[in-house]
């Protein structure tokens, strides 16, 4: 069966959520370009939204069209040929609301998994559950006669473990988006020994035609960019506890997510990251590696006490910050959460004890922002790594650790076999993480 | 044919260009409305002129506020900037992005009229209001409509692309497109000195090098990228056109006038295609009838104002004005005869692609700058103004090449 004949029935698994959205709304771009396509003039495209909730399918209706709006504006270009013949379309206004219109077309949110019973391909998006995901992925096997295959977006679990419990045949692959998938650039793609190649061809189309760039991962619990972060975050619980010989618990907090945002120039702190991703979403993850990563213990104490406390972290609908191991503000941290007070405390009554003792920022730093819109970024990064180098300052210091610390965690992907090149960990960091820089470098 | 009165400009204003590129910009918060642009700076020329009181007649330029803003009937908005302006004859002028120098042209034909001593010129636009995306359906309405459909989704900057593909195809394309990045250099660095301009905060290193980026068809045009192209811009300029007496009246010293001396418009037929597509013929005609008006050579201008809503425009322009023979254009500016060093400094704020380029306000924009230069008024953006040469000009374009107003100007 061909590409386009492959697409012509879809559906996504937990499509309402914060990444069944995105994939959703990309695989209803695709097909909608297919369905413009002359060759496909007398195929149907259908694209099933299946989720629990009829209140979490209307809303994902809203966010679908306005990411259709979006996605016309900055493709107008194109668009206009693409509508070339409809003469009632002149403005670019009308073209944009044409297409609009005809991308949801395609999609029929429904709540009944039978909906999939005739799809060609299943996108899974549901939450980290291996159990559920099994039971899903293997009922819609069970009951569809066209072989699908499945395409699942979990960071952490094996896809190996989940052919063998969904008895799929090796036809399931594994394709992690980053969060937005609409917007992110990045995929990671795992296949196993029974992954049948045709799925692979498949989605290295898919990935191209959406715009999107992928690295193969081995597929081993975590994938490069959990297996990375997860172990980030284990690192940066283990120098909170090594400053708590000198300083307060929030204190410790606030300065190590201070250095892994500020001193290493990255979008946000370690601590800022896993409120952005959830507390208990970190923990799912952790806990799903555990059993796969026997040499490590994939545990954080930190994350355990933050949800026995009901502090979760995560994000409002809107897009918002809820509070974790922070609180925020305007999205900006205000507050710690102190596990034994357990309340928050204000950044404003230690922040510049903190700040003192961390020291100034070397000579020729610039914020994340600034220095990813550099057009010398490599030059200003080599003058500010060297100035962190000779730095005696403890925050200098204290980042450097966690540089040999990032890089460590980097090579050590590629050592056992989790990731196949050290550019592929690169590029997780820098596309999926948005770094400036990746972990391989020549900075220090 | 000479003007039968003399004619002065006084009190010029521009309030800030508003719009990508100001820190004080941010496209999801509250900005100034129309009605505010207009009052300040038709208030800002009033307090320079003795009030209200000595006002006869007020022209506002503004090319399309009805779709932007939803409003039309602008004329009645002159007693809003000052009560005293009520039941004094105003008017409203269009004429797409060459609307600013038909205001003036307007004001300029009252005074001869002997119907005006003292007309109120304000230009304004404000087109932040939509996308950048809509906003190329908005001034499409600069073309014929019924090119619309087989136009460009970005309208305008693909008529210009056009006019650039066939320029490179006659001239060559290395040449020219390191003339275009020479241009955007310059005007930037006009902009640089100008507080008012749009690009006044522009930090860019490497300006010429960021300006030869090459051109993205799938997401813009064929032949030309965003830096060759002027930004969407809100703003307002204000300038007072008087008379001998309108001069008394206000009491203000010739020292702080410039003398309008040359007036030249021209239109072409805005359903036909250019005669030419590497020339800016309807440019040409008009600023030789502004020359013959003002009975002075090109050699004598001590600057010029052109109108550079794409960088191939400026080169072409050049060439229309007579400076270069065509396809030479960009010897011109590559020689750095028009940096504000040069022979003949050129957009001395910048111009349409430094300082912005609010439709309706640019032809106003433009004869401030030429009234700040004359009368030394011009700050950091100060050129030297040669005692030999005391004339200067602007050049005005709407549409492609189809509305022109060109004005020559000399110190008093």
Same mark, same amino acid.
């Given at each position: 069966m061909?590409?386009e ?8 698994? #937990?499509?309402?959520?914060?990444m069944?959205s995105?994939?959703l709304f990309l ?7 297919q ?10 495209f259908v =694209? ?5 909730? %009829?209140?979490a ?8 069209r ?7 504006e900055?493709?107008?270009v ?10 009632d379309?002149?403005d670019?206004?009308?073209i944009?609301?044409?297409y609009?219109?005809?991308?949801l ?5 429904v709540?009944?998994?039978e909906?999939a019973?005739?799809?060609n391909?299943?996108f899974?998006a +549901?939450?980290?559950?291996p159990d559920?995901?099994v ?8 009951n569809?006669?066209?072989?699908p ?6 960071s ?6 989940l ?6 045949? #090796?036809?399931?692959?594994?394709v ?5 998938p609409?917007v ?31 690295v193969f ?6 994938f490069i960019?959990?297996g ?18 000198d ?16 001193f290493?120039i990255?979008?946000?702190g ?7 991703? #959830?507390?208990?979403v970190?923990q ?14 994939? *545990? ?5 006490q933050? =949800? ?11 897009g ?17 959460y102190d ?5 928050y ?17 070397p ?7 600034? +220095?990813?819109?550099n057009p ?18 403890p925050g ?35 596309y999926?993480? %948005? *770094?400036?820089?990746?972990?391989i470098?020549?900075?220090? | 044919m000479?003007?039968r009165r003399?004619v ?19 496209p999801?918060?509250p900005r100034?409305g129309?009605q505010d642009?207009i ?5 800002n ?8 009181k000595?006002?006869?007649e007020?022209?506002i ?9 939803k ?33 003036l042209?307007t004001g300029?034909k ?17 087109q932040n ?10 001034l ?14 970005h ?9 650039a ?33 749009? /690009?006044?905060e522009?930090?860019?290193k490497?300006?010429? /090098?960021?300006a ?5 068809p799938?997401m ?9 192209c ?6 307002a ?6 008379s ?6 206000c009491g ?10 040359g007036?030249g418009?021209?239109e ?22 502004a020359l ?6 090109r ?6 104002e ?6 191939i ?27 504000r060093k040069g022979r ?7 111009g349409?692609?430094g300082?912005?380029h609010p439709?309706?306000a640019?032809?106003?924009?433009q004869?401030v700058?030429?009234?700040e ?5 011009a ?5 030297k103004?040669?005692a ?17 107003v060109s004005?020559v100007?000399?110190?008093?």
């Amino acid at each position: 069966m061909k590409y386009e004949e492959k697409l012509e029935n879809v559906t996504v698994l #937990g499509a309402a959520g914060k990444m069944g959205s995105g994939i959703l709304f990309l695989t209803a771009t695709e097909m909608t370009r297919q369905k413009f396509l002359p060759v496909n003039k007398n195929r149907e495209f259908v =694209l099933y939204a299946l989720d629990t909730s %009829h209140k979490a399918l209307s809303n994902l209706t809203t966010y679908i069209r306005e990411q259709a709006w979006k996605f016309a504006e900055k493709n107008i270009v194109i668009l206009r040929k693409t509508y070339q013949d409809r003469a009632d379309l002149i403005d670019n206004e009308q073209i944009i609301r044409q297409y609009a219109q005809d991308l949801l077309g395609i999609i029929r949110p429904v709540t009944r998994i039978e909906s999939a019973f005739d799809s060609n391909i299943i996108f899974e998006a +549901i939450s980290e559950n291996p159990d559920l995901k099994v039971e899903l992925m293997s009922t819609i096997n069970k009951n569809n006669r066209n072989k699908p295959w499945f395409f699942t977006n979990t960071s952490a679990i094996p896809i190996s473990w989940l052919d063998e419990q969904a008895q799929l045949n #090796g036809r399931i692959m594994g394709v992690h988006f980053y969060n937005p998938p609409a917007v992110q650039k990045l995929l990671e793609v795992v296949k196993t020994e029974n992954t049948r190649p045709e799925l692979s061809y498949f989605v290295t189309d898919y990935i191209k035609n959406t715009g999107k760039i992928f690295v193969f991962a081995y597929d081993v619990a975590g994938f490069i960019g959990n297996g990375y972060f997860m172990r980030d975050i284990l690192f940066a619980e283990k120098m909170v506890n090594e400053l708590q010989e000198d300083f307060s618990y929030v204190q410790s907090v606030y300065m190590v997510n201070k250095i892994s945002q500020d001193f290493l120039i990255r979008p946000m702190g370690t601590f800022q990251l896993v409120d952005y991703v #959830g507390i208990d979403v970190v923990q799912f993850i952790m806990s799903v590696m555990k059993p796969h990563v026997s040499k490590e213990n994939i *545990h954080s104490p930190l994350v355990d006490q933050h =949800l026995h406390e009901l502090v979760k972290g995560g994000q409002y609908p809107e897009g918002s910050q809820k509070n974790g191991i922070f609180k925020y503000e305007k999205g900006q941290i205000a507050a710690v959460y102190d596990l034994r007070k357990k309340r928050y405390i204000p950044v404003s009554e230690f922040r510049e004890e903190c700040d003192e003792y961390l020291g100034a920022l070397p000579a020729d730093w610039q914020p994340w922002r600034k +220095i990813t819109r550099n057009p010398e970024k490599d030059e200003t990064l080599k003058k500010y790594f060297e100035n962190l180098r000779l730095s005696k300052k403890p925050g200098a210091q204290l980042a450097r650790e966690y540089l040999i610390k990032f890089r460590e965690i980097a090579s050590d992907l590629v050592k056992n076999k989790v990731a196949f090149k050290f550019d592929d960990v690169n590029a997780v960091l820098i596309y999926g993480f %948005h *770094h400036a820089y990746g972990p391989i470098n020549d900075y220090l | 044919m000479k003007l039968r009165r003399k004619v002065y400009m006084v009190a010029g204003y521009n309030t800030i260009s508003m719009g990508t590129g100001r820190s004080e910009f941010h496209p999801k918060k509250p900005r100034p409305g129309l009605q505010d642009y207009i009052k300040e700076a038709g208030e800002n020329v009033l307090s320079h002129i003795g009030g209200a009181k000595n006002v006869d007649e007020c022209v506002i330029a503004n090319f399309i506020a009805s779709r932007y803003n939803k409003q039309a009937n602008l004329a009645a908005f002159f007693p809003y900037i000052d009560p005293e302006l009520t039941y004094k004859p105003c008017v409203r002028v269009e004429g797409a992005c060459a609307t600013g120098g038909l205001g003036l042209a307007t004001g300029i034909k009252s005074v001869l009229a002997e119907t005006a001593d003292v007309v109120l010129v304000v230009g304004v636009e404000v087109q932040n209001s939509v996308k950048a995306v809509y906003g190329a359906d908005i001034l499409a309405a600069a073309g014929w409509y019924k090119e619309r459909k087989d136009g460009h989704a970005h309208f305008f900057p693909g008529k210009f692309s056009d006019r650039a593909g066939a320029y490179f195809k006659k001239y060559g394309r290395e040449k020219t497109r390191q003339a275009m990045a020479r241009w955007y250099y310059n005007a930037i660095e006009n902009a640089r000195l100008c507080p008012t301009a749009q /690009e006044f905060e522009n930090q860019q290193k490497k300006l010429e /090098e960021l300006a030869l980026t090459e051109p993205n068809p799938r997401m813009f045009v064929d032949h030309l990228n965003v830096y060759d192209c002027s930004k969407v811009s809100d703003g307002a300029s204000a300038i007072a056109i008087v008379s001998e007496e309108g001069l008394k009246r206000c009491g203000i010293s010739k020292n702080d006038a410039i003398e309008v001396v040359g007036l030249g418009q021209a239109e072409y037929d805005l359903t036909k295609a250019p005669e030419d597509p590497v020339r800016l013929i309807t440019t040409e005609v008009a600023v030789k009838k502004a020359l013959v008006m003002a009975g002075i050579t090109r050699d004598q201008l001590a600057t010029v104002e052109c109108h550079d809503c794409f960088t191939i425009a400026a080169i072409m322009a050049i060439e229309a004005m007579g400076f270069a023979q065509p396809g030479e254009g960009s010897d011109f500016i590559l020689a750095g005869h028009t940096s504000r060093k040069g022979r003949i400094p050129f957009n001395t704020t910048g111009g349409l692609i430094g300082w912005g380029h609010p439709t309706g306000a640019t032809g106003v924009h433009q004869a401030v700058t030429i009234w700040e230069q004359l009368t030394e008024k011009a700050g950091n953006s100060q050129v030297k103004i040669p005692a030999g040469k005391p004339y200067a000009m602007s050049v005005n374009m709407g549409g492609d090449d189809k509305t022109l107003v060109s004005l020559v100007y000399k110190k008093c």
